[in-house]
C-alpha cells in the first residue's frame, strides 16, 4: 500500500529565508506526487504534482519541487517565503487510476517578521 | 468559475443522530471524493463517485455513506454519529475520466462537524 511521511510536523522561519519541507513516499511503481496547500478555514490547493520527465517542477506561487527517486523523497522548496505561505503544507501520493489520495500527516509553516 | 460548493459550513449535532453533508462539484466535473481531516488521523479518503458509481471505497465503517446524483452533486450521510465522527469533512471534485495526474482534485472548503 502507497504511505507518504512528512517527517516535520512544524516548521517555523523567517520572513525572506527559504524554506524545505521533506516528503517521503512508499509505493512500488512510479508514484503521481503533489503537493497542497491548506490555510486556515480552508479546503486544500493544489501547488504542484509530478509523475514523470523533468525531476524539478515548479508550481504557483513561486514553489518548486524535486522528485528523488533513490531517495524516495519528493520535498518542495520556496527560496524566499512570505507571510502569507504560513499554512499548512500537505504530501499526497497517488495511483492511476485508483481515484484517491494518500496525504502525509501534514506540516505547519509559522513565518515571523 | 465556481469553486467546489459545500454546504452547509458547520454543523453541530448530538450522538446518535444522523447527519447529510452535500458538495456542488466544478462545472464539468463528473467525478467528486471525500475526505475526512481530523487532529489525530489527518486526512482519510472516503469514497470516490463518478457518473453515479462508486469507484473506491476507504476504510470506513458502514455508517458512511455516499451519493451522486445525476447533476454530479454529491452527498454523504453518517448515520448513528459518534464523538469520534466530529471534523472536517472535505468534497474534492475532478474531470475524472483521466488519471489521478491529469485530472488533479479541487476542494471545498469543508464541512465541520462538531458531534456532542
Known amino acids: 500500500a502507497q504511505s507518504v511521511t512528512q517527517p516535520d510536523i512544524h516548521i517555523t522561519v523567517s520572513e525572506g529565508a527559504s524554506l524545505e519541507l521533506r516528503c517521503n513516499y512508499s509505493?512500488?511503481?512510479?508514484?503521481?506526487l503533489f503537493w497542497y496547500v491548506q490555510s486556515p478555514g480552508q479546503g486544500l490547493q493544489l501547488l504542484l504534482k509530478?509523475?514523470?520527465?523533468?525531476?524539478l517542477v515548479q508550481g504557483i506561487k513561486g514553489f518548486e519541487a524535486e522528485f528523488k527517486r533513490s531517495q524516495s523523497s519528493f520535498n518542495l522548496r520556496k527560496p524566499s517565503v512570505h507571510w502569507s505561505d504560513a499554512a499548512e503544507y500537505f504530501c499526497?501520493?497517488?495511483?492511476?487510476?485508483?481515484?484517491?489520495?494518500?496525504f502525509g500527516a501534514g506540516t505547519t509553516v509559522t513565518v515571523r517578521a | 468559475k465556481a469553486g467546489v460548493t459545500q454546504t452547509p459550513r458547520y454543523l453541530i449535532k448530538t450522538r446518535g443522530q444522523q447527519v447529510t453533508l452535500s458538495c456542488s462539484p466544478i462545472s464539468g466535473h463528473r467525478s467528486v471524493s471525500w475526505y475526512q481531516q481530523t487532529p489525530g488521523q489527518g486526512l482519510q479518503f472516503l469514497f470516490e463517485y463518478f457518473s453515479e458509481t462508486q469507484r473506491n471505497k476507504g476504510n470506513f465503517p458502514g455508517r458512511f455513506s455516499g451519493r451522486q446524483f445525476s447533476n454530479s452533486r454529491s452527498e454523504m450521510n453518517v448515520s448513528t454519529l459518534e464523538l469520534g465522527d466530529s471534523a472536517l469533512y472535505l468534497c474534492?471534485?475532478?474531470?475524472?475520466?483521466?488519471?489521478?495526474?491529469?485530472?488533479?482534485?479541487?476542494f471545498g472548503n469543508g464541512t465541520r462537524l462538531t458531534v456532542t
Open positions: 509530478y509523475f514523470s520527465g523533468d525531476t
Open positions: 509505493y512500488g511503481a512510479t508514484p503521481y
Open positions: 474534492a471534485s475532478s474531470r475524472g475520466r483521466e488519471s489521478s495526474y491529469n485530472s488533479p482534485l479541487h
Open positions: 499526497a501520493v497517488g495511483e492511476a487510476y485508483d481515484y484517491k489520495l494518500s
